[in-house]
């Protein structure tokens, strides 16, 4: 049987489509406000009624292309993309498109515990397509294109760091549901904390 193989270009174009039609369409959940409500109400609690979808808004946009970036730097080391990874991308796709469902889910019900689990959940799959998705380059790719053993193992910490934290969120949202919606800040501390140390073992390794 003939393995059929699909022009990089391509996926990588029609994959950066998807991302940047995805972060656009997050916008559109943030309700503008009608003549009647701005007449009605103060500007000031206008913007206040709308805190959660700006939440929403940015937490979404933000973990969106933390994605995006650890799209781009697996598919860099891609020489040939296979069936089973076209296909590995395509259901990543899928997730990222569910985005703009669940953010909004999130946001309409900002204060209940099972919009932002479904939330939570959308975003731990797109972390483990995302994982399965470097999992398989490294194999295929292995000291082929420059993806090292250390560039696996920092690129693998930083997918397994996105993905634990939500499973964490959507767990507390049960019982400490109000630290539930601040421990993504965690992300980011762990991401630098991450880059940092993965940075000084490739400076360590080069020089040696």
Known sequence: ???????????VNF?????????????LEVAVPTPTTLNTLDFNDVLTNRIPDFIGL???FLVSALYWIGHIRIMRFVSVVTGKLLWLNIF??????????????????FNYAGPFIFYCINLSVIGLFNLLMLRYVYRFEKQKTGFTRLKYRWYRARG???????????????????FSRIIFLMLFVFQFLIDRRFKKMLRLQEQS
């Open 92 to 109: 990543f796709l899928l997730a990222i498109v569910v985005l703009p469902f669940s953010t909004a889910m999130y946001v309409n019900g």
């Open 160 to 178: 397994i760091n996105v993905m634990v934290i939500w499973i964490i969120a959507s767990v507390l949202a049960l019982v400490l549901p109000s």
């Open 15 to 27: 994959s950066d489509a998807v991302f940047s039609i995805v972060m656009t369409l997050l916008i």
């Open 58 to 60: 940015i937490v979404s």
């Open 1 to 11: 049987m003939i393995n059929e193989t699909y022009e990089k270009a391509r996926v």
